[in-house]
C-alpha cells in the first residue's frame, strides 16, 4: 500500500521562528489533508489540498502530486502552534480512506 | 453548523467486557469514517459507510469490531469482548461526496 513520510518527527521552535513540515507519499493521491493535532487531542482542519498551494494566516501549503510531497509552512510560530501536525492522502483508485503519517511533533517556546 | 461529535469521550472498560462508541456526522454528510490510534501506532482507517451501507471495512482488525449506521445518520462502533490491545483513541470523520474529511475529538478507550 502507499506510504506516508513526514519529516521532521519532532521540531523545537523559538516563538517567531518560521518552519517547514514535509510529507513525502509514495504512490499518486486523490486528495491531501494537513491537521492539526492540538494538546486535548483533537484533530483540527487545517488544509485540505490535493495540488497547489493554499495559504491561511501564517500558515500555507503546496503540494506537488507529480512529486509526491507537500509542504506546509509555519510563519512566526506561536506557543499555540505546539502539537502534532499529521498529513493524511487517499490513494487513487481506491476508496475515500485516509492514510496517515505518523506526524510531526512541534514545540514552540517562548 | 455543528461538527461531528462522539460519545462517550473517555471510556474504561474491564477485559471482556462490551463497549458502544457514538458517532453523529456534521448534517448531510453521507460519508462516515472510524479511525483509531492505539498507543504509539499512527492513525489508522477502521470503515467507511456511504448512508448506510459499509463501502469499505478494509481496517476492521476482527470480528470482535461490528460498525453500524442504520437509517443513514448517526453510527456506532461496539467492540465485544473488549482486550486490552483495544485500548487506544476511536475517531470519527464524516465528509460531503469524496472530499474533505472532518473529524470528531474521538473517544479514548481503555481496556484494563
Known sequence: G???EQSPPDLI???GANS???CNFSDSVNNLQWFHQNPWGQLINLFYIPSGTKQNGRLSATTV???RYSLLYISSSQTTDSGVYFCAVTPSGGYNKLIFGAGTRLAVHP | EAG???FPSHSVIEKGQTVTLRCDPIS???NLYWYRRVMGKEIKFLLHFVKESKQDESGMPNNRFLAERTGGTYSTLKVQP???EDSGVYFCASSHSTGEQFFGPGTRLTVL
Open chain 1, 2 to 4: 502507499i506510504q506516508v
Open chain 2, 82 to 84: 473488549a482486550e486490552l
Open chain 1, 65 to 67: 502530486a507529480t512529486e
Open chain 1, 13 to 15: 521552535l523559538q516563538e
Open chain 2, 28 to 30: 448531510g454528510h453521507d
Open chain 2, 4 to 6: 461531528v461529535t462522539q
Open chain 1, 20 to 22: 517547514t513540515l514535509r
